[in-house]
């Protein structure tokens, strides 16, 4: 009998963790990009605000600077936040406010038609978020629907057709692009490289943007699990309340939880099905350890793999027709 | 409708779709998720298609593999709601005449 898999397996030693990282960072920067330092997008989530540490620790203050980059439907709170992060490593930071560049290319007014094609109606003062159903409970198509949210209050749920989920997705994905462009003309004008903030989890099931949050210069904790991210950002001294904090897209007028927009099961019991997945252990093995049963740990398992073939086109670079030689 | 020609009505959609320049051959029984073929914006387009070309409605509850992940699946999912829908367009037929006669 396979011995029991404990909850414990993703433990790391985060001060061991956080210097391998460190020098990996360092390396990569200095070495590899010949950059000057670090820029960081920085949501006020676990994630961009633990690279934000560890690029501190890597590099020196000096060397980091921080952009936090709101714009009309982001929470009040990841600016309060992201600032925090700023003022505890006492780094460079700016605020660049890109809700002028999301209405001109028409982001909002172009996510809107496109709700509105399965819900008429919807407009001024309505908010929406598009979420997946549970997928654990029962073998099912990953597709989604969006939720709106009317003046009064009211809720409304609607599966979405292909175009009308293409169209959100198009549109709101001018968020994600728009903050990298932000990021390299900071990048451009320091010197400096892009830190990109990906977690393992977001990275293998491609959780990102192509040429948005998922193009950067470097991934400084694309190997970590989740819980792992957590482990670190508490030995590093990363405020309590964003460590409280759960972790949201930041892409929708509604709160969005990553679980409702891409995962559809608590992060904690998604790394390990992916850590299980990965090390080849046995769905009955993990189970417990998960808590959840064989079979549903047989469905994340099927999902993770499924996942990564549909998302093999976000992790492709430019093909050429031929190799040039000499670049 | 002819079990053959919607196999075949089928089995055009899925190949102009997403296989493309491909160079997979696709058998009634192949799954579209091991297979990689279909993503959930695949399944939003076939469900979208099964709609309007055979007049149906599938509900929430009518979007899992039994019913979508191949030719066969299909074939037999439509088999199974197109005589639901036939029944339940002629219970309301009978309905209907059944009103009309009692007025």
């Known amino acids: 009998m396979s011995p029991a898999i404990s909850p414990d397996i993703l433990h790391v030693d985060p001060a ?14 200095f070495n590899r990009l010949k950059r000057k330092g670090a ?29 936090f ?34 209405r001109a290319a028409r982001c ?120 792992q991210v957590y482990q670190l950002a508490a030995y590093l001294g990363v405020p309590e309340e964003i460590q409280r904090r759960p972790p949201s897209t930041d892409t929708y007028s509604l709160q969005q939880s990553q679980e409702e927009f891409y995962f559809s099961m608590p992060l904690a019991k998604m790394d ?9 252990i046995a769905a009955a ?6 808590g959840l049963t064989e079979e549903q740990v047989n469905r994340v398992y099927t999902m993770v793999e499924t996942r990564r073939k549909v998302t093999r086109y976000l992790h492709t670079a430019p093909l050429l027709i031929e190799k040039i030689e000499g670049v | 409708m002819d079990s053959a020609v919607i196999a075949q009505q089928v089995r055009s959609f899925i190949i102009e779709n997403y296989l493309l320049d491909s160079q997979v051959t696709l058998a009634n029984g192949d799954s579209f998720l091991q297979t990689g073929i279909l993503d959930s914006t695949g399944v939003l387009e076939l469900v979208a298609f099964l709609e309007e070309q055979y007049g149906i409605t599938l509900e929430e509850g009518d ?21 639901i829908t036939q029944e339940q367009s002629e219970t309301s037929a009978t309905r209907v005449t059944a009103w009309g006669g009692n007025k």
């Open chain 1, 69 to 102: 980059m709101p714009e009309a439907e982001s929470s009040g709170d990841n600016l309060r936040l992201g600032r925090l992060v700023a003022q505890c490593l006492d780094v460079q930071s700016i605020v660049e406010d890109i809700g002028p560049i999301l």
């Open chain 1, 108 to 227: 909002y007014e172009r996510r809107d038609e496109s709700v509105r094609a399965v819900v008429p109606g919807y407009g001024e003062g309505y908010k929406c978020k598009i979420v997946l159903p549970n997928l654990i409970e029962e073998e099912r198509y990953a597709v989604f629907s969006v939720v709106v949210q009317s003046p009064d209050g009211r809720m409304k749920k609607v599966r979405l057709s292909a175009k009308a989920y293409l169209g959100i997705v198009a549109a709101t994905n001018f968020k994600q692009r728009t903050r990298k462009m932000i990021e390299y003309y900071y990048a451009d004008l320091l010197q400096y490289a892009v830190a990109g903030t990906p977690n393992r989890l977001e990275y293998d099931q491609g959780f990102f943007v192509k040429n948005g949050d998922g193009a950067a210069d470097l991934k400084p904790i694309a190997h970590l699990y989740k819980s």
């Open chain 1, 285 to 290: 093995d993990l189970a417990p350890a998960a």
């Open chain 1, 272 to 280: 390990l099905c992916l850590f299980g997945k990965d090390n080849g």
């Open chain 1, 16 to 29: 061991l963790e956080t210097e391998r990282i460190a020098a990996g960072i360092r390396h990569i920067v």
């Open chain 2, 63 to 83: 979007l899992i593999p039994e019913n979508l992940d191949s030719i066969d699946n299909i074939l037999a999912y439509l088999s199974r709601k197109m005589k």
């Open chain 1, 39 to 67: 820029v960081i997008g920085v949501s006020g989530g676990i994630d961009s605000s633990v690279v934000a540490f560890l690029c501190a620790h890597a590099l020196g203050k000096e060397r980091v600077f921080l952009l």
